[in-house]
């Protein structure tokens, strides 16, 4: 008795459990063997889209029906057959070779010239259909996209909202992503040790496990988290609504780390200055000792032998130096309504920075619009497009950047915060215990500098101006409102391009 192979296929799980599921054709190709006294060897099943060639279950039954294995196949429909013309042809080449074809459905004779043609057309529609539903999927998938909606599951720190609308930030996996962003900026991290570390805080895989190396990386250089959709496929990028999650200046950081090499530092001491000091020669970082219960900080250049400064009087020198940033009385008062002063003059020019802001990102959308016209009528080509729209999105995304964080980056706010941490500086460091004083120094400078047994300590703008104020002449104890203008015009004089993105560094205090 000639026995026959039964081919059954669903595109998707859900076109299996509604309408032509599995069961159901299997159903269809038992009942239609019965009624022709056909006998069923094997069932090859699979749930996968017919659209391309390659399937893995459709070959093998291929294979197998070559090597005379049955007499033929039965499969429910032709369009669960093949959707592509190429594996239709396939099927024609078994045909003609004298292997039977048979559909439970159409009931079509493929051995009569009729037949092969009634199939051929249907074979040719279902192809057609397939075509135009990948048309119909793409342009939806490109016009949420155009639209600022993401169509595909949210990334990690993100969550789905539902069809055509934003993802929403996490409540809880939003900001550890945040903070992963934030610890590989410090350059103390390598992909494996940050994917541990985060595991520990709370940010695994949907099983539990640790991000891999290569989904660690994969996050890290997703522009989604500063508001902008890549589409790794195609290499596009479109503007989201979605709520970015870090600022560009973070991730741009980030994306210098990871094209270069840095590897974390391990502290094997516990000195209270340790990696805090220079020396003025070489440059080199001095190292802590402890020799007959002293700490003694020593440059090891050879030309540097006699470079060396003991801890105790480094820590005199800094209390007496960060001294020099404490006001109190009639000075305190009198500097602090200065400084109000000038914060009100700067949010009111700041105003007018916000329109101008405003009216270059109004720019941008225009230069877009134009580009995309251009593309319309072909008069450039879609790559100059992409790498023109990127570049234009970048610029835009910066301008929000500044747009967003221009409170946090005026000259005279910033001067005012950075006076009070200067008096919580010297506070700290005289009241103290070894880690509260190296976080004192930390605020008003990167580190001492030791020229032969003579330690310098370099500080931040504005914490070294006021310290070289509080020297001089001026700094006598009279006439404080005339005293304080002084100072704030010394200050004034830094109010420039160059110092204002000084303070805007992520380097900076």
């Given at each position: 008795?000639?026995?026959?192979?039964?081919?059954?296929?669903?595109?998707?799980?859900?076109?299996?459990?509604?309408?032509?599921?599995?069961?159901?054709?299997?159903?269809?190709?038992?009942?239609?063997?019965?009624?022709?006294?056909?006998?069923?060897?094997?069932?090859?099943?699979?749930?996968?889209?017919?659209?391309?060639?390659?399937?893995?279950?459709?070959?093998?039954?291929?294979?197998?029906?070559?090597?005379?294995?049955?007499?033929?196949?039965?499969?429910?429909k032709i369009d669960r057959s093949a959707r592509n013309l190429k594996?239709?042809?396939?099927?024609?080449?078994?045909?003609?070779?004298?292997?039977?074809?048979?559909?439970?459905?159409?009931?079509?004779?493929?051995?009569?010239?009729?037949?092969?043609?009634?199939?051929?057309?249907?074979?040719?529609?279902?192809?057609?259909?397939?075509?135009?539903?990948?048309?119909?999927?793409?342009?939806?998938?490109?016009?949420?996209?155009?639209?600022?909606?993401?169509?595909?599951?949210?990334?990690?720190?993100?969550?789905?909202?539902?069809?055509?609308?934003?993802?929403?930030?996490?409540?809880?996996?939003?900001?550890?992503?945040?903070?992963?962003?934030?610890?590989?900026?410090?350059?103390?991290?390598?992909?494996?040790t940050l994917a541990l570390h985060m595991a520990e805080l709370g940010l695994v895989t949907?099983?539990?496990?640790?991000?891999?190396?290569?989904?660690?990386?994969?996050?890290?250089?997703?522009?989604?988290?500063?508001?902008?959709?890549?589409?790794?496929?195609?290499?596009?990028?479109?503007?989201?609504?979605?709520?970015?999650?870090?600022?560009?200046?973070?991730?741009?950081?980030?994306?210098?780390?990871?094209?270069?090499?840095?590897?974390?530092?391990?502290?094997?001491?516990?000195?209270?200055?340790?990696?805090?000091?220079?020396?003025?020669?070489?440059?080199?970082?001095?190292?802590?000792?402890?020799?007959?219960?002293?700490?003694?900080?020593?440059?090891?250049?050879?030309?540097?032998?006699?470079?060396?400064?003991?801890?105790?009087?480094?820590?005199?020198?800094?209390?007496?130096?960060?001294?020099?940033?404490?006001?109190?009385?009639?000075?305190?008062?009198?500097?602090?309504?200065?400084?109000?002063?000038?914060?009100?003059?700067?949010?009111?020019?700041?105003?007018?920075?916000?329109?101008?802001?405003?009216?270059?990102?109004?720019?941008?959308?225009?230069?877009?619009?134009?580009?995309?016209?251009?593309?319309?009528?072909?008069?450039?080509?879609?790559?100059?497009?992409?790498?023109?729209?990127?570049?234009?999105?970048?610029?835009?995304?910066?301008?929000?950047?500044?747009?967003?964080?221009?409170?946090?980056?005026?000259?005279?706010?910033?001067?005012?915060?950075?006076?009070?941490?200067?008096?919580?500086?010297?506070?700290?460091?005289?009241?103290?215990?070894?880690?509260?004083?190296?976080?004192?120094?930390?605020?008003?400078?990167?580190?001492?500098?030791?020229?032969?047994?003579?330690?310098?300590?370099?500080?931040?703008?504005?914490?070294?101006?006021?310290?070289?104020?509080?020297?001089?002449?001026?700094?006598?104890?009279?006439?404080?409102?005339?005293?304080?203008?002084?100072?704030?015009?010394?200050?004034?004089?830094?109010?420039?391009?160059?110092?204002?993105?000084?303070?805007?560094?992520?380097?900076?205090?």
């Amino acid at each position: 008795m000639k026995s026959y192979f039964a081919y059954i296929r669903v595109s998707t799980v859900k076109q299996g459990d509604h309408g032509s599921s599995l069961q159901e054709q299997r159903s269809a190709i038992e009942s239609y063997a019965q009624h022709h006294g056909l006998t069923i060897s094997a069932w090859f099943e699979e749930t996968e889209t017919a659209a391309k060639q390659g399937r893995r279950e459709f070959n093998r039954l291929t294979n197998l029906l070559r090597k005379n294995k049955a007499s033929g196949v039965i499969i429910h429909k032709i369009d669960r057959s093949a959707r592509n013309l190429k594996d239709w042809a396939g099927l024609g080449e078994l045909i003609d070779a004298g292997i039977e074809v048979l559909f439970a459905h159409e009931g079509l004779d493929m051995q009569t010239r009729g037949g092969r043609l009634a199939a051929d057309i249907q074979a040719v529609v279902a192809a057609d259909y397939i075509r135009n539903l990948r048309d119909e999927v793409r342009k939806g998938f490109y016009g949420r996209l155009k639209q600022g909606y993401y169509p595909l599951p949210a990334p990690h720190g993100y969550v789905d909202c539902g069809k055509a609308r934003v993802k929403d930030i996490h409540p809880v996996e939003g900001p550890l992503v945040r903070q992963t962003f934030e610890f590989y900026a410090t350059g103390k991290f390598s992909l494996t040790t940050l994917a541990l570390h985060m595991a520990e805080l709370g940010l695994v895989t949907a099983t539990g496990k640790p991000l891999v190396r290569n989904a660690m990386a994969l996050l890290l250089h997703n522009p989604f988290y500063i508001g902008l959709i890549h589409i790794r496929r195609t290499g596009e990028i479109f503007e989201g609504k979605h709520t970015p999650l870090i600022s560009k200046a973070l991730f741009d950081k980030v994306q210098a780390i990871s094209a270069g090499r840095f590897y974390p530092r391990i502290e094997k001491n516990e000195f209270m200055f340790r990696r805090l000091i220079k020396c003025q020669r070489c440059q080199r970082s001095l190292t802590g000792e402890r020799q007959k219960g002293h700490v003694y900080y020593r440059c090891h250049d050879y030309g540097c032998r006699r470079v060396a400064v003991k801890e105790p009087a480094l820590d005199e020198f800094t209390a007496q130096e960060l001294s020099y940033l404490w006001f109190e009385g009639e000075d305190l008062r009198d500097f602090r309504d200065l400084l109000k002063q000038q914060v009100a003059k700067e949010q009111a020019d700041q105003a007018d920075l916000t329109t101008h802001i405003e009216r270059d990102i109004g720019l941008i959308d225009q230069r877009i619009a134009r580009l995309t016209d251009l593309l319309i009528d072909l008069s450039i080509d879609k790559t100059t497009y992409n790498e023109r729209k990127t570049d234009l999105l970048a610029r835009k995304r910066n301008l929000q950047d500044r747009l967003q964080n221009a409170d946090n980056l005026s000259f005279w706010k910033i001067v005012a915060e950075r006076f009070e941490r200067g008096l919580d500086a010297y506070l700290g460091y005289i009241n103290g215990n070894d880690a509260e004083k190296r976080d004192a120094v930390q605020i008003v400078s990167s580190n001492f500098i030791v020229d032969g047994k003579q330690p310098i300590l370099p500080m931040f703008f504005p914490f070294n101006e006021i310290r070289n104020w509080s020297k001089s002449t001026n700094g006598a104890p009279y006439q404080a409102a005339v005293r304080t203008s002084d100072l704030i015009e010394r200050l004034a004089a830094n109010d420039n391009e160059e110092v204002i993105r000084s303070l805007q560094s992520p380097s900076s205090p």
